[in-house]
Structures are given as C-alpha cells and as structure tokens.
Nanobody, 120 residues
Framework: QVQLVESGGGLVQPGGSLRLSCVAS????????MGWYRQAPGKQRELVAR???????NYADSVKGRFTISRDNAKNTVILQMNSLKPEDSAVYFC??????????????RGQGTQVTVSS
C-alpha cells in the first residue's frame, strides 16, 4: 500500500519560514519524481515544485527564489523549504509521486495534505 505522509505545516507570519516533509512508503522512491502541489479555497490546484529521480528541479514562478525542494532517497523523504512566506502562499500543500514511466499524468499518488497559513 502506497502512503505519502506530510508534516510541517502550520501558522507563520509573513516573511517567516516553514519546512514541509513528506515520507513515502510502498513505492520504489528513487525512481519516482516527487512534487509539492497546493490548493487554496476557491482556487485551482497549483504545482509548486518538483524534483526528478535524478535531482533536477523546477518551480512555479511565484515561488522561485523563495522555496527549495530536495530529496533524500535513503530516507524516502522529500522536503520543501519555504522562506519569505507571503499571505498568498496560504493553502493546503500536498506531496505527490509520479512514476517516470507515466509522464502524461500529473501524479500517480498523493498525500492527504498539510495546511499552511501565512498571516499576521
């Protein structure tokens, strides 16, 4: 059974930082592209960042220079370090896994999500 379990969300003031973690089980982690999406109420799901099995990364324009995605294949973990947070970053963030053999789907598996709220 595949599980993606996120942690690290919470309430933070504008300009602050949060570190989201996602631990995966039930998949061969090293061959999966891992990603973070977010969805705010009334808005469409948005890809925030992703990291390939080889370590290549890409980011949404709105988070470039502020967010960093990384992975630790030994621990089946993907991290999203979020700095200089803005109120518009508030959303539910969820972790995803995509088999590199199915590049046409957004993701094959996703976690339940963790709430990030940026507010003073």
């Amino acid at each position: 059974q595949v599980q993606l379990v996120e942690s690290g969300g919470g309430l933070v003031q504008p300009g602050g930082s949060l570190r989201l973690s996602c631990v995966a089980s039930g998949i061969t982690f090293s061959i999966y592209e891992m990603g973070w999406y977010r969805q705010a109420p009334g808005k469409q799901r948005e890809l925030v960042a992703r990291i390939s099995s080889g370590g290549g990364t890409n980011y949404a324009d709105s988070v470039k220079g502020r967010f960093t995605i990384s992975r630790d294949n030994a621990k089946n973990t993907v991290i999203l370090q979020m700095n200089s947070l803005k109120p518009e970053d508030s959303a539910v963030y969820f972790c995803t896994a995509r088999d590199r053999r199915t590049p046409l789907v957004a993701y094959n598996f996703r976690g339940q999500g963790t709430q990030v709220t940026v507010s003073s």
